[in-house]
Each structure stands twice: as structure tokens, then as C-alpha cells.
């Protein structure tokens, strides 16, 4: 297992991340998981049109969520509105793109 992630929709219809782990093992053998992670709950975001998505940081996962989402207010608890988790799935799929994940 390289990570797993579980989130809920609120009854704002705002999308909560419970809880989302990387395997250590893995460290240096397998990137960016953290953030594919993040990139499909940010596509089920803008599938139910939610105007958030929101949740706990750690110390360690704190610098993350900051250079994900274009970010330095991320400390404990985040807040990203549609257009910050919007952006970070245009920013994202143009990685993919260019490290030939995906087609052009």
C-alpha cells in the first residue's frame, strides 16, 4: 500500500479530510502520492461542487498542504476554497502532463 486517504462530505456539502497517509517505506522509491491523494478528493470536490475542503495538519504534512495549494497559512487547520483546490488540480495535471503521465 503507497497511501490512503479518508475524507466525508459535510452536511454543508464542504468535503473534510480525516485522515491521509504516504507509506514511509516507500519514501524515495514513489512520489508525490500525498498529493495524487489530495488531487482525487479536490476532483471529487468539483464533481459535488463543494464550495471548501478542509482539515487537520500536522507539523510535518503542514509544509505540503502549503506548496500544494500555493499556500502559507497552513499550520494546524486548513481551508481551501474551490479556486485554491481547482487551481492545484490544473497546476497538478499539468505535471502529469509534462512528466509524461498523462497525454498532451
Do not use: Q
Not at 497559512?73 to 502532463?97: C, M, P
Amino acid at each position: 500500500m503507497l497511501g490512503f486517504c479518508l475524507f466525508r462530505r459535510t452536511w454543508c456539502n464542504h468535503l473534510l479530510i480525516d485522515l491521509l497517509a504516504t507509506n514511509p517505506s516507500e519514501a524515495g522509491h514513489v512520489g508525490r502520492v500525498g498529493a495524487s491523494l489530495v488531487y482525487f478528493v479536490a476532483s471529487v470536490g468539483d464533481i459535488i461542487r463543494a464550495p471548501f475542503i478542509w482539515g487537520e495538519a500536522t507539523e510535518d504534512s503542514a509544509p505540503y498542504y502549503n506548496w500544494w495549494f500555493n499556500t502559507t497559512t497552513v499550520d494546524d487547520l486548513f481551508r481551501i476554497d474551490s479556486a485554491g483546490y481547482r487551481e492545484f488540480k490544473s497546476n497538478y495535471l499539468k505535471k502529469w502532463r509534462e512528466s509524461g503521465l498523462l497525454p498532451s
